[in-house]
């Protein structure tokens, strides 16, 4: 479960506000789609709900612990796949595993059944020996990937995690997703790939200009605007409000 | 090849503008500021240069023979171009991020190799220039030279460095073709960088040690007639220094053929190296950017063993492992490793004429204070780990990596305390070889020396958390480049000083102590014990609201 509430994030010492009271709740078992514009607010929210920003007004929830309250246990509830891999470029794919597992203190046991499983899957198994700075964009996305599994968190945050899969890996990674909220657990990812959040999402979130414009079943959502697919509500929301 | 070539030369041009380099965050009064030190310091030091200039050509015009300067300077610019241009070199020609770009470019590979070699002169030339300039102006006017003499000069004095290039240009080519050590560059350059900085460091004890007379040009006579050895050994090996001499300061045919042959032989040298190795050289840069790649296919059949581990020990291994890979952070970091055990060795063992004064050293040290020796070895070694670059720039260094330490799961207070045991261990390397040196060249003083190493660690540790809190209160997060991270940190720089300050208080107060009559051995006592508790606090501080402005910091680029 997440819940953001009256979240607002500010930059240029108020004058614009990235995040505007964003109130947001997404139950468990579910895949959560968030889309929106460019700079419409979708990686700031991210960024506050993973820690990596301060909210400047609100609270944020994952599993019913408060982020800003006690970080370090709602640090264990999710995992997360930024956009962009900026880290550790030296380690070899094998080392930034291990060392992302000794931080989440999982056991030998489960950082070798989760390697084992998720290194077949992305066909990673023979460049986890390899230095990462070597790896392309897509391997480096699928290491990001499976190192936000290792611990299998509760919550799977992936913001843009499409970009520079292979059709292969973004087939396993759909299905993974939907295996995930199957069993209980949460989804959330930004994308803007309207075709994929249509086929995957049990729900979708809009954003635009920091302001939550749309939530809830695409179906649902796509009726209400009398939209043919997710594209043409996405683009009748943000153009109307625009 | 010239448009290439105006691209390299205009990107050269562009990296000295600061504009460039300004972040959003960065106002422009600081970009500006930064670059007035910056220049204030170039000034100083080519400053410190033109004055040992002067002096020593006043030497040799002492010796009547002022000639022998403009070749001592020839040497100098034709062996600071084959020392320093060495890595410059290697990786232009092998190492540089354009090189497959290039590749998809219609440019021959030898008109690629040209350009480079030229760009790469043009700055070595201006360096040359920069260096005789002082010694060629001292003797045109000092021989009433016409304009002549000043053309020629400058003609000559350009040309200096193209053997140089052209000799380590083939170095290059043999190092990258018959060995495997591309595969190490990293490994490598930490190497040859550190053995740079110990020739260097027993260069200037040598230079700093050759007389103990106070008197300048006592001094610089003295220097010169070893720099005429040194001259002579040079000029044997390599005669056309003395065709430079000689075109320079000679007349009529002889100098014009001298001229035309130091000429001949630099242009050709290149050309040379560009018409032989030309050919080849955009395959072996190409097959030498693959090299990671092959690397890492032959370490699929490597298998490392690793158990779990703490997130402390994971964090710290990882924090100190960094260190150790990343040469620019290696040399910025354990320079205070190799410097204090070079300078003590090279007193030791090369100081010629002051060695015998140096003998002497254990028996005025027997009639000190025995409180007084620990304090002093307090002192050196706390000294040493005061440049340690490490822990000062521990968090800047997270770059944007800040953003997934802010992820973790994992009390800032842990991830603070990696950083410091990181910094701690980095100054245990760079005491550790002073303390072990000084233990053998002064046995009698071995209880002494024991107790000042860990005397000095106390305050090693006071002002490493210190300097770990600064640079959690003022991060710079926003860097390009690892040299940046570590090297261009205004409030790093800051922390050293500081720590330096901290020594020299602490050593005013230590003669403030014994002058209100308390024992050396209590001063020093004292002292500890007052750097112990401040070790408490300030890790209790560090650990409480130092960590959650840790945590709490955003990346603002």
């Not at chain 1, 999710?78 to 000794?102: K, N, Q, S």
């Not at chain 1, 396993?172 to 959040?197: I, P, W």
């Not at chain 2, 050590?181 to 350059?189: F, G, I, N, P, V």
Request: aromatic share 10%; glycine share 8%; net charge positive.
């Amino acid at each position: 479960m997440i819940r953001f509430e009256h979240v607002t994030k500010k930059y240029a010492g108020g004058a614009v506000k990235a995040v505007d009271d964003l109130c947001l709740e997404i139950d468990g078992g579910k895949v959560f789609g968030f889309l929106g514009p460019n700079g419409a607010g979708k990686t700031t929210t991210i960024k506050m709900m993973t820690g990596i920003l301060n909210p400047d007004e609100g609270q944020i929830w994952l599993e019913n612990i408060e982020l800003l309250k006690d970080p370090i246990q709602a640090k264990r509830m999710f995992g997360f796949v930024p956009d962009t891999f900026e880290m550790f470029e030296r380690l070899t794919g094998m080392e930034y595993l291990r060392f992302l597992a000794d931080l989440y203190q999982v056991s030998e046991a489960q950082r070798k059944e989760q390697m084992d499983k998720y290194l077949a899957m992305f066909e990673l198994e023979n460049a986890v020996q390899q230095q990462i700075r070597s790896y392309s964009h897509g391997m480096k996305q699928k290491l990001q990937i499976i190192g936000s599994l290792i611990h299998k968190p509760q919550i799977w945050i992936l913001d843009e995690p499409m970009v520079g899969l292979d059709p292969a890996s973004m087939h396993a990674l759909k299905q993974e997703m939907r295996a995930y909220c199957e069993s209980g657990k949460t989804v959330f990812f930004s994308t803007h790939v309207l075709d994929v959040a249509e086929r995957l999402c049990d729900e979708i979130g809009i954003i635009r200009q920091g302001k939550l414009i749309a939530k809830g079943e695409p179906e649902k959502l796509m009726k209400l605007d009398s939209a043919a697919t997710l594209e043409d509500l996405f683009l009748n929301l943000t153009e109307k409000e625009a | 090849m010239l448009p290439y070539l105006k691209l390299l030369i205009r990107q050269r041009i562009a990296s000295w503008n600061p504009f460039s380099h300004s972040s959003k965050s960065r106002s422009k009064v600081k970009t500006v500021l930064g670059y007035i030190g910056f220049a204030l310091l170039a000034v100083m030091l080519y400053g410190m240069l033109a004055i040992l200039e002067y002096f020593m050509y006043g030497a040799f015009d002492q010796l009547g023979e002022p000639q022998t300067m403009l070749a001592l300077t020839g040497v100098l610019c034709t062996l600071l171009t084959v020392i320093t241009s060495f890595f410059y070199i290697f990786n232009e020609l092998f190492f540089s991020k354009d090189v497959l770009f290039v590749s998809a470019l219609p440019i021959s590979s030898r008109a690629l190799l040209s350009a480079k070699l030229i760009r790469i002169w043009l700055g070595e030339a201006g360096i040359a220039l920069a260096i005789c300039l002082p010694v060629l102006l001292l003797y045109g006017i000092g021989q009433g030279m016409g304009v002549f003499y000043y053309t020629n000069a400058i003609l000559l004095t350009l040309m200096i460095p193209m053997v140089p290039i052209a000799v380590v240009t083939v170095l290059s080519f043999l190092l990258i073709r018959v060995s495997a050590l591309w595969k190490r560059r990293e490994a490598l350059t930490v190497i040859m960088g550190m053995l740079f900085l110990m020739a260097f460091m027993w260069a200037e004890m040598q230079l700093s040690m050759s007389s103990s007379e106070k008197d300048m040009n006592v001094v610089m006579l003295q220097l010169v007639l070893k720099q005429r050895q040194v001259l002579d050994l040079f000029a044997g090996l390599y005669p056309p220094i003395h065709w430079f001499t000689e075109a320079l300061t000679g007349s009529g045919m002889t100098a014009a053929l001298l001229w035309v042959g130091f000429a001949a032989l630099n242009l050709a040298a290149l050309g040379l190296v560009v018409t032989i190795l030309g050919g080849a050289y955009q395959r072996l840069a190409i097959r030498q950017s693959e090299a990671l790649t092959r690397m890492n296919a032959a370490a699929k059949k490597r298998v490392t063993k690793q158990g779990a581990r703490s997130p402390l020990v994971a964090l710290y291994r990882r924090e100190l492992r960094e260190i150790f890979i990343v040469p620019i952070y290696a040399m910025n970091s354990l320079t205070g490793a190799i410097m204090f055990p070079v300078i003590a060795a090279a007193m030791v063992f090369g100081a010629g004429s002051g060695a015998s004064e140096l003998a002497l050293l254990p028996m005025a040290m027997a009639l000190l204070p025995k409180a007084l020796i620990a304090a002093i070895v307090t002192g050196v070694l706390a000294f040493t780990n005061s440049m340690n670059m490490a822990v000062s720039t521990a968090v800047s260094r997270e770059g944007k990596r800040h953003e997934f330490y802010r992820t973790l799961p994992v009390q800032p207070q842990i991830q603070l305390l990696a950083k410091l045991l990181m910094g701690l261990t980095i100054n245990l390397i760079c005491a550790l070889p002073m303390a072990i040196l000084l233990f053998f060249l002064l046995p009698a003083f071995q209880w002494q020396i024991a107790i000042g190493f860990f005397a000095s660690l106390l305050f090693s540790t006071g002002t490493a958390i210190a300097s770990l809190m600064v640079d959690v209160n003022h991060p710079k997060f926003g860097w390009k480049s690892e040299t940046e991270a570590i090297k261009q940190n205004g409030f790093a720089a800051l922390s050293m000083f500081g720590a330096m300050g901290l020594i020299a208080l602490a050593a005013g107060l230590y003669y403030g102590l014994t002058w209100l009559g308390v024992s050396s051995a209590g001063a020093l006592a004292i002292l500890c014990a007052v750097m112990l508790l401040a070790d408490v606090l300030l890790v209790l501080r560090l650990v409480g609201a130092t960590s959650r402005r840790y945590i709490l910091q955003e990346v603002t680029i």
